[in-house]
């Protein structure tokens, strides 16, 4: 289990029930009073609230109350130990086994604490010895974490009941669970965030820009004091491809990719203030090695593009945030939500081999950037091809195969605007034939020029 650094989380302890028999003099328990049920605070954490959780099962005279107290066992604000006591002096007569003869049901604690620092883990326990409350685990000190004071029907003389945790996991001395402490998600270009993704035949992870997952751990990073961003799930660092260079380092277009943590320079990221801040604000992520910036491909909003480095330019692709933990989830900081487009594909419904023909593309409303990949069926069609200033794409291709062919144009989307897919234009390729038709239900051959009057000059 993993919770981000100052995000608050509740967990809950629930007391077995305890068997109530006879005493050795074949008295039967009468009455329970001053039931005291104690769990330590975990250290490096921060007390939100402690509530009594559930609906006890067994009639007490009086509701439970939770206290915060300190290892002498009075009220602290400040203490250590949290308290759920029953019968206690002045708040009622406990508990009549009569009532409810053969077992005692305590309710549970739900207990809401904020984590520490990133890289910690937190180990709720029962009360147990530490150096500031020593005796918690002795047998029969008043410390133990149960205690209670029982009356026999007859006699009526009291009798001390302590239970302590022993040193082993069975009875209680040891964490009951471990929590590790983990930093937020980074969040970019439409709010989504970074996280490694397998790629088929590549043994290298490598860091994609995908939708936001409250609470999955491959979306959460510690950024360390060496300047790294480590992955809880995997403890590997963000990285860069060694992929050429250029005369400002790493070339532009290196893909950022997860590796384990060696502490070379392209492991090494600087933040703008406003990256952590509390702000609105988004900020730059630097790689050490070569002062570039940690940057979107071709600025595209979908889920699954990948990450690469650039030279900073300070553009929507490159503002990045890594808030406080406790502003995830809900309020997670956002870019503004991208309005929806559509892609209109144009171009021959007949081809013939070995003949330059063209296909364009608009997308509407003008998004003012992003890519358009033509594709044969799931083959690219060359390489992605920016939308002009109009929102227009165009290119010119030679079927070398006869057949139908399904053509489709993607949109890559950019900030502020969604990702579409044009509907398929089916082309009839022949080895032989004259002409083409230009989708517009013409029988003049195709043009290599512009696609201009197929959308409007």
Aim: net charge negative; aromatic share 6%.
């Amino acid at each position: 289990m993993s919770v981000a650094r100052g995000q608050e989380f509740t967990y809950r302890i629930q007391p077995d029930p305890i068997t109530v028999v006879k005493n050795p003099s074949g008295e039967t328990i009468a009455r329970w009073i001053e039931i005291m049920y104690r769990v330590d605070i975990p250290p490096g954490t921060e007390l939100v609230k402690a509530e009594v959780a559930s609906e006890q099962t067994t009639p007490f005279e009086n509701t439970p109350k939770i206290t915060r107290i300190d290892p002498n066992g009075k009220q602290d604000d400040n203490g250590s130990i949290l308290q759920m006591g029953i019968g206690m002096r002045g708040d009622g007569n406990g508990w009549f086994t009569k009532k409810n003869p053969g077992f005692l049901t305590f309710p549970a604690m739900d207990i809401t604490l904020e984590p520490g620092d990133a890289g910690t883990v937190i180990e709720p326990t029962l009360r147990i010895s530490t150096d500031s409350d020593p005796d918690a685990s002795k047998i029969g000190s008043e410390d133990n974490f149960f205690t209670a004071i029982s009356q026999p029907e007859r006699s009526g003389i009291a009798v001390d009941l302590r239970c302590a945790a022993a040193a082993d996991s069975s009875s209680g001395g040891k964490p009951l669970t471990s929590i590790k402490v983990v930093d937020s998600s980074v969040f970019g270009l439409d709010g989504r965030v970074l996280e490694p993704v397998n790629i088929p035949g590549n043994s290298t992870p490598h860091i994609q820009m995908k939708d936001f997952l409250d609470g999955s751990q491959s979306q959460q990073w510690v950024y360390t004091a060496a300047h790294e961003f480590r992955n809880p799930a995997t403890n590997k660092c963000i990285d860069v491809v060694e992929d050429g260079f250029d005369a400002g380092g790493q070339k532009n277009g290196s893909q950022v990719i997860l590796s384990p943590c060696q502490g070379n320079p392209g492991q090494k990221w600087t933040l703008d203030p406003t990256v952590t801040d509390d702000s609105d604000a988004f900020g730059a992520i630097v790689n050490q090695a070569d002062g570039k910036c940690m940057d979107v491909t071709d600025s595209a909003s979908a889920d699954g593009v990948q990450v690469q480095i650039w030279d900073c330019t300070g553009a929507p692709n490159q503002q990045w945030k890594y808030p406080p933990a406790s502003t995830t989830g809900p309020n997670k900081p956002v870019s503004p939500p991208s309005a929806a487009t559509t892609t209109v594909l144009r171009g021959p419904s007949t081809a013939q081999t070995g003949t330059d023909v063209i296909f364009g593309s608009q997308v509407s409303p003008n998004p003012g950037g992003g890519t358009v990949q033509f594709r044969d069926g799931d083959t690219d069609l060359g390489t992605p091809v920016p939308v002009d200033a109009d929102g227009k794409a165009s290119i010119t291709h030679t079927f070398d195969s006869a057949g139908t062919h399904d053509i489709t144009a993607v949109y890559s989307g950019t900030l502020g605007r969604t990702g579409s897919t044009a509907e398929t234009v089916t082309v009839t390729v022949t080895d032989d034939g004259g002409g083409t038709d230009d989708g517009g239900g013409t029988d003049e051959p195709v043009s290599t020029g512009s696609l201009g009057n197929a959308f409007g000059s």
